[in-house]
């Protein structure tokens, strides 16, 4: 996080803290040109300009302490706006060849129980990891459907994992998950807000689908119905993949996969 408020070049700056730079300078700038006029001369002489200078420095102050909320509330917002749009709502899922796959996935997140975990301890599962959060409309919609997912894979060697990005999460996901009748599914939280960085997220609700290495085979970003039969066959595919055991899950072929 330090490096987000660091000097740098304006284009890979945080915007907040460009937001507040701009904001000194104009303060500073208004300043200048008050200073001309009859009616602010006096307070010139009475150390206003110095004033002006105290205000901007409270105000980055004030930012930089904040920086870590600030951030965090920009990819809320990036979240929303990415999970809203038409465009990539319920598209296709892309998958990636054994082959053509990436290091494991790993990071560290919180049960309903207070547990320290990590994504490393489902090795040996297929993992549906759906980033999302009480606030973002979106997670919400496609929830039901994770929570359908969940049950009609449970002991199939697939693993359902809602991992909340929620500030309080400890106390809003257990709410939620009653209010919403949500039974199949576990609570994940992310209090350090690690996922965001670590997956290269762009926005909310984001699901990654892991093998059973913990590599990335397929992303979505923004609503997707879990439940559908694509889903069930990318999933069964993965199972068999590993185990070449009956999963019980459709089977896919090659084909079936280059032809989605």
Same mark, same amino acid.
């Given at each position: 996080? #330090?490096?987000?408020? =660091?000097?740098? &070049? /304006? !284009?890979?700056? +945080? $915007?907040?803290?460009?937001?507040?730079?701009?904001?000194?300078?104009?303060?500073?700038?208004?300043?200048?040109?008050?200073?001309?006029?009859?009616?602010?001369?006096?307070?010139?002489?009475?150390?206003?300009?110095?004033?002006?200078?105290?205000?901007?420095?409270?105000?980055?102050?004030?930012?930089?302490?904040?920086?870590?909320?600030?951030?965090?509330?920009?990819?809320?917002?990036?979240?929303?706006?990415?999970?809203? #749009?038409?465009?990539? =709502?319920?598209? &296709? /899922? !892309?998958?990636? +060849? $054994?082959?053509?796959?990436?290091?494991?996935?790993?990071?560290?997140?919180?049960?309903?129980?207070?547990?320290?975990?990590?994504?490393?301890?489902?090795?040996?599962?297929?993992?549906?990891?759906?980033?999302?959060?009480?606030?973002?409309?979106?997670?919400?919609?496609?929830?039901?459907?994770?929570?359908?997912?969940?049950?009609?894979?449970?002991?199939?060697?697939?693993?359902?994992?809602?991992?909340?990005?929620?500030?309080?999460?400890?106390?809003?996901?257990?709410?939620?998950?009653?209010?919403?009748?949500?039974?199949?599914?576990?609570?994940?939280?992310?209090?350090?807000?690690?996922?965001?960085?670590?997956?290269?997220?762009?926005?909310?609700?984001?699901?990654?689908?892991?093998?059973?290495?913990?590599?990335?085979?397929?992303?979505?970003?923004?609503?997707?119905?879990?439940?559908?039969?694509?889903?069930?066959?990318?999933?069964?595919?993965?199972?068999?993949?590993?185990?070449?055991?009956?999963?019980?899950?459709?089977?896919?072929?090659?084909?079936?996969?280059?032809?989605?």
């Amino acid at each position: 996080m #330090a490096s987000m408020t =660091a000097e740098g &070049p /304006l !284009s890979k700056r +945080p $915007p907040q803290m460009v937001l507040v730079e701009r904001v000194v300078s104009l303060v500073l700038v208004l300043g200048e040109d008050m200073m001309g006029k009859p009616l602010f001369r006096n307070w010139a002489r009475r150390g206003s300009r110095a004033g002006l200078l105290a205000l901007g420095g409270l105000i980055l102050t004030i930012s930089a302490q904040d920086a870590r909320a600030q951030t965090a509330d920009t990819l809320c917002a990036l979240g929303k706006r990415a999970a809203l #749009a038409e465009t990539v =709502a319920d598209a &296709p /899922l !892309s998958v990636t +060849p $054994p082959g053509e796959r990436g290091a494991p996935v790993d990071l560290p997140y919180r049960d309903g129980a207070g547990r320290e975990l990590r994504l490393s301890d489902l090795r040996g599962q297929v993992v549906v990891l759906n980033v999302w959060a009480t606030w973002c409309a979106p997670c919400v919609r496609e929830m039901p459907t994770l929570e359908s997912l969940a049950e009609k894979t449970a002991g199939r060697g697939v693993t359902v994992l809602p991992l909340s990005q929620d500030r309080g999460g400890d106390t809003k996901v257990p709410a939620f998950y009653e209010g919403a009748g949500i039974t199949h599914l576990p609570i994940a939280l992310d209090p350090t807000l690690t996922a965001g960085k670590v997956l290269g997220l762009r926005g909310l609700p984001t699901t990654l689908i892991l093998d059973k290495d913990g590599r990335e085979v397929a992303r979505h970003e923004g609503f997707k119905e879990w439940d559908g039969p694509d889903v069930l066959s990318v999933l069964g595919a993965l199972v068999a993949e590993s185990t070449q055991e009956e999963t019980g899950l459709p089977k896919v072929t090659e084909t079936s996969l280059a032809a989605r």
